[in-house]
């Protein structure tokens, strides 16, 4: 349930639009879990790799971009001095941006491994079961 009121699907869709910047400004090991119903603070998590400092940056900096493009602003940013976890909350959704020391250390994967996973990447033209030409 959204924390903010806003339509119940607002929260999944700045995730899912998250994950993508992350993927066009090269992040990796890119996940989006959801939340609902597991934690009172947050709906989804989005959780993500950088390569470098000034990467993380870069990727932080273009998801607040896609977020406030659909009227959604981050709240509170954490960590971009350090560049070692980058923290983006938009109260219903949280982007987690690691080096991958850290992503390793956290895993917040596994404390959070009862949440479902989000399928968040575009289908590929022409991958539709539904097109099938024989």
Same mark, same amino acid.
């Given at each position: 349930?959204?924390?903010?009121?806003?339509?119940?699907?607002?929260?999944?869709?700045?995730? @899912?639009?998250?994950?993508?910047?992350?993927? =066009?400004?090269?992040? %990796? =090991?890119?996940?989006?879990?959801?939340?609902?119903?597991?934690?009172?603070?947050?709906?989804? !998590?989005? /959780?993500?790799?950088?390569?470098?400092?000034?990467?993380?940056?870069?990727?932080?900096?273009? @998801?607040?971009? #896609?977020?406030?493009?659909?009227?959604?602003?981050?709240?509170?940013?954490?960590?971009? %001095?350090?560049?070692?976890?980058?923290?983006?909350?938009?109260?219903?959704?949280?982007?987690?941006? !690691?080096?991958?020391?850290?992503?390793?250390?956290?895993?917040? %994967?596994? /404390?959070?491994?009862? #949440?479902?996973?989000?399928?968040?990447?575009?289908?590929? #033209?022409?991958?539709?079961?539904?097109?099938?030409?024989?």
């Amino acid at each position: 349930m959204a924390k903010r009121g806003k339509r119940p699907d607002a929260a999944r869709e700045l995730a @899912i639009a998250a994950a993508r910047a992350a993927l =066009d400004n090269k992040a %990796e =090991d890119i996940t989006v879990l959801n939340l609902t119903g597991l934690s009172p603070v947050t709906d989804y !998590f989005v /959780i993500c790799t950088g390569t470098s400092g000034r990467q993380m940056r870069t990727v932080a900096d273009e @998801i607040c971009r #896609a977020g406030a493009r659909m009227g959604q602003q981050v709240w509170q940013v954490s960590g971009a %001095e350090a560049a070692d976890w980058i923290l983006l909350d938009f109260v219903d959704a949280v982007v987690h941006i !690691f080096d991958r020391r850290h992503r390793s250390y956290y895993d917040l %994967e596994l /404390i959070w491994g009862e #949440a479902p996973r989000v399928r968040w990447r575009r289908r590929r #033209a022409g991958s539709s079961a539904a097109c099938k030409i024989e």
